[in-house]
């Protein structure tokens, strides 16, 4: 199984990154999301999306952020517009493997994420 993530960078706040991830070796995807990791916090859910194309998102990024994906390439994406700083973090794609017997979660490498003011 890998998950291969990549679109991370620095940026000036008020622009915009696009993240993506691609799993493979997953035999059913249930769903796939971002987490991100904020300098001394905690990891929190960003956005998720289920392969029937459920979508969640955290209350602050509501707006600004818009998760999709690609069923058949197995790839997450995550569009991020009007960045702040805060939104400063490494970000790490999750997915959902669901399967009679099995239930099983991956994690991406992560990907950092710079707003500047």
């Known amino acids: 199984v890998q998950l291969q993530a990549c679109g991370g960078g620095l940026v000036q ?3 915009s990154l696009r993240l993506s991830c691609a799993a493979s070796g997953i035999v059913s995807i249930y769903g796939m999301g971002w987490y991100r990791q904020p300098p001394g ?3 929190e859910l960003v ?5 029937g194309g459920g979508t969640n998102y955290a209350d602050s990024v509501k707006g600004r952020f818009t998760i999709s994906s690609d069923n058949a ?3 997450v994406y995550l569009q991020m517009n009007s960045l702040s700083p805060e939104d400063t973090a490494v970000y790490y794609c999750n ?3 669901r399967r ?5 979660e991956y994690w991406g490498q992560g990907t950092q994420v710079t707003v500047s003011s």
């Not at 009679?100 to 099983?104: E, F, L, M």
């Open 100 to 104: 009679p017997g099995v239930r099983r």
């Open 47 to 51: 956005a998720a999306i289920t392969s």
């Open 41 to 43: 916090k905690q990891r």
């Open 73 to 75: 390439k197995n790839t």
């Open 13 to 15: 706040a008020g622009g």
């Open 95 to 97: 997915v959902n493997e």
